[in-house]
């Protein structure tokens, strides 16, 4: 059959490499794609927005897709497959009522508060004074976050009253994140170390894929800004089995018993972005979607047919499936242009994608495009995530960046310590 992957990112480059796999597949179809799908075997880009939901549907129609999987949390927010469902297509994701869950930050939190879901204390505001009494009464530092959708980038952490102040009135006038910063979110600012906890859900059944940890602040250490994420690697070995079982019990049982009884039955990616405290894991925020870019290394680890794992999820047979995983240590680390996260130029060609790159190393391109010449050059802000394998977390991350020197382009960057947590717990 020809499956529809809807997006152009490198969490949709991964996701179609894997689903192209399947002998049950003929062709991936990739709306829109972006110039590694375009450069795949059994891959071909459609030129159809993510967000153009009747686009897509014509598409599906057209191509006789027998499947669609939505990548990116727009078009889910905006009720793709709640539109897909009621034209009689089959599409793999949750509906808009369950995808609150991220395009809604305090939808979120009230979420969890009635449900019982550890997370951080908060409170959601519409106003700078009101915002600077709430902290004023949680404590500096602090975590602000634009309630709706912002590209991964709605999350500020300020350490004094001035810097709170400034981008309180930076998000609240709209100046920052548009309409998803008119509401905002203030949150206690929780110390330990961050995992990504991804299931695939049909339901109150549910599988655990592997675990995961991405890099979040733009530069080594884990300073400067938030961004999309610059690496992440899989599996995390920060969850171990008891953290695993505390976060199954937790976090992930709680919230799908709790979306069900809401009438909001969650089928598709569940991430739960967790911070593991000194008192447990608490929730830092909820994405309906594979994270990116932890999708690159798991994908890369995935031995499992992926398009079974979708069907088993859609027809509630979960329970009759088991996942295969490559022992080894995925990692991958995010080539991003100059200027991310915030402007950046694009349109420069990119060198060195034609070398002969060996099995364990797989490049999966985000934010490219083909210029009118068939050159590769940059679209966005993440442009490339260059992902290996190795037997261990150092290995994997010796071989990522001994092949991710062989690239460039100008103003390029990225950070040169991914994995250092799980190299120093090693």
Request: proline content about 4%; glycine content about 12%; hydrophobic content about 40%.
């Amino acid at each position: 059959m020809k499956i529809l992957v809807v997006g152009g990112g490198g969490r949709e480059h991964a996701l179609a490499w894997k689903l192209a796999q399947s002998e049950k597949v003929s062709e991936v179809l990739v709306a829109p794609g972006n110039a590694g799908t375009a450069s795949e075997a059994g891959m071909r880009n459609v030129d159809v927005s993510a967000e153009d939901i009747d686009g897509l549907i014509d598409l599906a129609r057209s191509e006789s897709v027998g499947l669609t999987v939505v990548g990116p949390e727009a078009p889910l927010a905006a009720g793709i497959v709640d539109r897909f469902e009621s034209a009689g297509l089959k599409c793999f994701g949750p509906g808009a009522d369950a995808a609150r869950l991220e395009s809604s930050k305090a939808f979120a939190k009230d979420f969890m508060s009635r449900h019982d879901i550890p997370t951080a204390a908060f409170g959601v505001v519409d106003d700078v004074e009101e915002g600077m009494e709430m902290i004023h009464g949680i404590g500096l530092p602090i975590v602000l976050k634009a309630d709706g959708l912002a590209a991964g980038k709605g999350v500020v952490i300020v350490e004094t009253e001035d810097e709170a102040r400034a981008t309180l009135e930076d998000m609240l006038s709209g100046e920052a994140f548009g309409q998803a910063g008119r509401r905002v979110v203030i949150e206690e600012f929780l110390v330990g170390e961050e995992a990504s906890f991804i299931v695939v859900a049909s339901g109150r059944q549910f599988l655990s894929m592997a675990s995961s940890q991405d890099h979040k602040r733009r530069d080594d250490g884990d300073r400067g800004p938030n961004t999309g994420g610059m690496g992440a690697y899989s599996p995390a070995p920060v969850v171990d089995e008891t953290l695993h079982r505390q976060i199954v019990e937790q976090v992930i049982e709680p919230t799908l018993e709790g979306l069900a009884d809401d009438d909001a039955a969650f089928t598709g990616f569940l991430y739960a972005g967790v911070m593991l405290t000194a008192t447990g894991p608490k929730v830092l925020e909820f994405n309906v979607r594979f994270g990116d870019p932890e999708t690159q290394p798991i994908m890369l680890r995935l031995k499992s047919d992926l398009v079974e794992l979708i069907e088993h999820a859609l027809d509630g047979r979960l329970d009759e499936i088991e996942l295969e995983w490559d022992e080894r240590t995925a990692l991958a680390v995010v080539m991003a242009a100059g200027g991310y996260p915030g402007s950046y130029e694009k349109g420069h060609p990119i060198t060195g994608l034609d070398a002969a790159f060996p099995d364990d190393v797989k490049i999966f391109h985000a934010g490219t495009e083909l210029d009118e010449d068939g050159r590769v050059v940059t679209s966005g802000g993440r442009v490339l995530a260059f992902c290996a394998l190795g037997d261990t977390v150092r290995e994997a991350q010796a071989r990522a960046y001994q092949w991710i020197a062989q690239i460039g382009f100008e103003d390029a960057f990225y950070r040169s310590d991914i994995g250092f947590r799980a190299i120093e717990r090693s």
